[in-house]
């Protein structure tokens, strides 16, 4: 189906991959449907996984637990979060999401643009931080988190 004549979009129809992070089921974006302003991914995390420090420079995001906890970083700050909680992360704000519990994450990521012009398209995203510091060391003494790949 052309995606600027769809307006649902069922598990079946859900664009279905996995990075080194997540296993996601894309629900929302331009080649599913006409979204110019939306991405919403259904992102499945292992228990003892993490999507380490990162920053999307261009696009603001919503992250909402569906089921288990997000041990959820915005900037140098962090929380816990629960099925039904949020963290918004503003544009080019380094975060990360960590599961250092025995039960896998479900969450939602809404970003926002869905499309970004050319020069901004160019660069990476999301941009890995997470070699560089402090964002190396911040989570000295927590438990260590594995990576799908």
Not at 7 to 20: I, P
Not at 64 to 72: I, K, L, P, T, W
Not at 99 to 117: G, K, Q, R, T, Y
């Given at each position: 189906?052309?995606?600027?004549?769809?307006?649902?979009?069922?598990?079946?129809?859900?664009?279905?991959?996995?990075?080194?992070?997540?296993?996601?089921?894309?629900?929302?974006?331009?080649?599913?449907?006409?979204?110019?302003?939306?991405?919403?991914?259904?992102?499945?995390?292992?228990?003892?996984?993490?999507?380490?420090?990162?920053?999307?420079?261009?696009?603001?995001?919503?992250?909402?637990?569906?089921?288990?906890?997000?041990?959820?970083?915005?900037?140098?700050?962090?929380?816990?979060?629960?099925?039904?909680?949020?963290?918004?992360?503003?544009?080019?704000?380094?975060?990360?999401?960590?599961?250092?519990?025995?039960?896998?994450?479900?969450?939602?990521?809404?970003?926002?643009?869905?499309?970004?012009?050319?020069?901004?398209?160019?660069?990476?995203?999301?941009?890995?931080?997470?070699?560089?510091?402090?964002?190396?060391?911040?989570?000295?003494?927590?438990?260590?988190?594995?990576t799908l790949q």
């Amino acid at each position: 189906m052309n995606p600027a004549d769809r307006r649902f979009v069922t598990l079946t129809e859900a664009a279905r991959e996995s990075n080194a992070w997540t296993h996601n089921d894309w629900l929302c974006r331009p080649d599913l449907v006409a979204a110019e302003k939306l991405l919403l991914v259904r992102a499945h995390m292992p228990a003892h996984h993490c999507h380490p420090f990162h920053r999307h420079p261009h696009r603001e995001e919503i992250i909402y637990v569906v089921s288990g906890r997000a041990e959820q970083w915005v900037g140098d700050t962090h929380r816990i979060l629960r099925a039904g909680e949020i963290a918004h992360i503003p544009p080019g704000v380094i975060h990360a999401t960590y599961n250092p519990h025995d039960e896998a994450l479900v969450f939602l990521a809404i970003l926002s643009p869905a499309n970004l012009p050319p020069d901004l398209a160019a660069v990476a995203d999301p941009e890995d931080v997470s070699t560089q510091a402090p964002w190396t060391s911040i989570r000295e003494g927590l438990p260590p988190c594995a990576t799908l790949q």
